[in-house]
């Protein structure tokens, strides 16, 4: 009797431990494929931003070269109206001129994540504070630097319309138009050539485009780039 007892015990202990044993494997599997569908979420999360942060980057590219053309079309546009050149000036340069060119990026990725409360997704913390700072700086730079360049230009705007018709604006990118043309149309040509206000507001608006340029290319464009790199770095592990 009491070796069977005997062998009775280490029967079930040996059933008891057989089940934990297969417990501790299922828990096992079930956190690798846990684990598993982790990595699959987060690189292609990476991916996505990878492709939102490249878009921005080529948009930001363009913008600064489009700000460099303006800055030295401005510089042009000052520059002939003081050496008397009045007849060499061209008016979509001076409507142009008052137009702001911002840079917004557009990371709906990020955004989703920040507002469902997934952040974590992302593993490396590193990315996850650089985007902030990228994102950060952007939102500082639209609310104070962008008002302050708005108010120029619209100031420079306004008297740019203080001699021109608004109906001369369509048509000054279709064709070219003569002085004759242009007082034909309610322009004053001559009294913004002349007006010592316009060479004022020119340089004004030439500071808020060259502001832009400088913080564009030394901080917006360095923290996008920062971004880009590490992006790079966390998905080449996945290769």
């Not at 008891?16 to 956190?31: E, T």
């Not at 460099?68 to 510089?75: C, D, N, P, R, T």
């Not at 997704?121 to 994102?135: A, G, L, P």
């Not at 306004?158 to 149309?185: C, P, T």
């Amino acid at each position: 009797m009491e070796n069977k007892t005997s062998k009775y015990f280490k029967y079930a202990i040996g059933e008891i431990v057989l089940v934990v044993i297969g417990i501790l494997i299922a828990l096992q599997i079930n956190n690798w494929n846990e684990k598993r569908k982790q990595n699959i979420q987060e690189l292609y999360t990476l991916k996505q931003l990878k492709v939102e942060f490249q878009a921005d980057s080529i948009k930001l590219a363009r913008l600064l070269t489009l700000t460099e053309g303006k800055i030295k079309a401005v510089k042009g546009l000052s520059r002939l109206i003081s050496e008397q050149k009045s007849d060499s000036l061209k008016l979509p340069v001076i409507f142009f001129t008052g137009e702001i060119i911002p840079f917004y990026d557009y990371s709906p990725t990020y955004n989703e994540l920040v507002n469902s409360g997934n952040l974590n997704m992302i593993s490396n913390d590193t990315i996850k504070n650089v985007i902030n700072d990228f994102i950060n700086h952007n939102a500082l730079v639209e609310s104070t630097i962008y008002p302050n360049i708005q108010q120029q230009k619209s100031a420079y705007k306004n008297h740019v319309f203080k001699y021109f018709n608004g109906d001369i604006n369509g048509q000054i990118w279709e064709r070219k138009l003569s002085i004759k043309e242009m007082e034909a149309l309610g322009s004053d040509y001559k009294g913004y050539v002349n007006d010592p206000e316009t060479k004022k507001l020119l340089n004004v608006v030439l500071a808020g485009d060259s502001k832009f340029l400088f913080i564009g290319k030394k901080n917006i464009s360095e923290k996008l780039n920062n971004v880009l790199q590490l992006l790079n770095n966390e998905l080449a592990k996945y290769d």
